[in-house]
């Protein structure tokens, strides 16, 4: 049976459990149990063992994950390549040819499930994907997703300028009829949008003419779907675009008059926006995804993420697979880390992000960014089991089942193999946790559930 035909049993979790408090605080709870219902709900998170009644002793580590807040799933296949390339001259040369080829239904499948598969072995819970233009391959996504228990934001990625004439719309009136496919195609999968949502995606201002950036912004009015694009990643997009809307003030501006510029907005980048443009975005709630290593990568810039906070924007994190090199979101919260200190050498210490401000980005804050903050990002009574089950030298124990209405356990144990304790194991939590945002990988995720199902087990 695919993923989400195995049924759910009520389960009680049992560990240590580790999410974000607030942007400065970490919640680390060292001997908890969570319980979670057969909807995947948590009914109960229990700070205390003994008061469960079970002796099961669990040394295992669990970690509220993790919203991959921009992602291009149909350039999954380039992860890595890029040359000494930026933005512009990117597209042309590497991007756009792989898109384009993704028309091949069977070449999408394969590259989608490879991106699913990969995602959600790094611990990628829920994810914005870009697809590509093609309604059929985009379609075969959100199924893909929804097989593979991922949750996901798909959308079908609009351009009728400035593309290439073998990847390009033929015109607003079209793109606007393959957006609707693909909306009703997620319908007609997975009515209430509970795992997969349709996510209108305009690629940038340049890849779009006036109409139909204001037919998208009618459709989102219309239907209530979110948004997705880029904003000011790169010096020479900037003054394409002002250049292409010399009527708008600024880059954000073309955005708001165009009705895109809305609280259900998740704008990649924001590199180079200026103070006024910061302000009319938060003004208008619309969300930043911060997307350091492909920033690095593409030398686009240094996005200055503490001057967003301190205004008070939303920020989540983003792969940006591929002009980021890698799917993992851990790599992408120790990037923020890194890339914020390369701001602050520039522009002052206090831009420095700390883990907790990472992760809180990676966390809550990227839920809040997709908008399921109520879901997704943290352990809390009513919120949904999407969670990553780490290990350092840790192993899982056989996991016992009771059955017959009766909960089950999941429960973990020092590896016998493990190293010399002063190797391992002597460190305060809160460096452990540090330990593994700058040195851990995919390796030590173990187990992912998303809405209670068990969606990647290592082997
Ligand atoms: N701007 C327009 N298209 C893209 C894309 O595919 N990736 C990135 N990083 N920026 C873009
Ligand atoms: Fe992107």
């Known amino acids: 049976p695919t993923t989400r035909e195995k049924s759910l049993h009520r389960t009680v979790y049992v ?36 008061n469960v009644g079970s002796a099961i002793v669990a040394h295992g580590w669990e970690d509220a994950r993790q919203p991959d807040t921009h992602i291009h799933a149909s350039q999954y296949p380039n992860a890595g390549i890029f040359g000494q390339s930026t933005l512009l001259e ?37 994810a914005a994907y870009y697809a590509t233009k093609h309604v059929d391959s985009t379609n075969l996504l959100a199924d893909i997703c929804l097989d593979a228990g991922q949750r996901a934001f798909v959308g079908r990625c609009c351009m009728d300028n400035l593309s ?8 607003a009136e079209t793109a606007i009829a ?29 890849s779009c003419t006036s109409p139909l950036l204001h037919a998208l912004g009618q459709l989102h009015k219309s239907t209530n779907v979110p948004m997705q694009t880029h904003i000011s990643e790169n010096l ?7 250049r292409l809307f010399p009527e708008s003030t600024s880059y954000a501006q073309v955005y708001d008059t165009h009705g895109l510029l809305t609280p259900k907005m998740i704008l990649a980048h924001a590199i180079h926006i200026s103070a006024s443009e910061r302000d009319l975005i938060r003004e208008r709630d619309a969300k930043i995804s911060h997307c350091p290593a492909s920033n690095s990568a593409l030398t686009s810039g240094g996005a200055k993420v503490r001057w967003l906070l301190d205004s008070g924007i939303t920020v989540g994190l983003g792969t940006d697979v591929s002009g980021g090199y890698s799917p993992s979101m851990l790599e992408a919260v120790r990037q923020a880390s890194l890339v914020s200190r390369h ?7 206090a831009a420095k992000l700390s883990i907790e401000e990472v992760l809180y980005l990676g966390t809550r804050g990227g839920a809040k960014v997709v908008g399921l903050e109520n879901k997704i990002g943290g352990f809390e009574v009513g919120m949904e089991w999407d969670a990553q089950l780490i290990g350092l030298t840790l192993v899982p ?35 452990r946790v540090a330990k593994w945002v700058y040195n851990g990988d995919d390796r030590n995720t173990l187990s992912v559930w998303v809405k209670g199902r068990l969606v990647h087990q290592r082997s």
Request: contains cysteine; hydrophobic residues 35%.
């Open 236 to 242: 020479g997009e900037v003054q394409l675009v002002r």
């Open 343 to 349: 701001v602050a050498m520039l522009d002052g210490d």
């Open 164 to 171: 290439p004439d073998y990847y390009k719309d033929d015109s």
């Open 15 to 50: 560990g240590t459990f580790i999410h974000c408090e607030t942007l400065q605080k970490l919640d680390i709870c060292e001997d908890g149990a969570i319980g979670v219902d057969e909807h995947g709900k948590i009914v109960f998170v229990e700070r205390n063992m003994e």
């Open 178 to 206: 393959d957006t609707r496919s693909t909306i009703d195609h997620i319908k007609s999968i997975d009515s209430a949008y509970e795992l997969i949502t349709p996510i209108i995606t305009p690629r940038f201002a340049p």
């Open 90 to 126: 990117w597209l042309n040369t590497y991007t756009f040819p792989l898109e384009s080829s993704l028309a091949d239904i069977n070449k999408a499948r394969a590259v989608y499930s490879r991106c699913i598969s990969r995602t959600l072995s790094n611990g990628t819970t829920t």
């Open 397 to 431: 124990e056989a996991e016992t089942e009771q059955h017959g209405g009766a909960l089950s356990h999941a429960s973990f144990k020092l590896s016998s193999n493990e190293g010399p304790v002063d190797i391992f194991g002597w460190e305060s939590w809160d460096e």
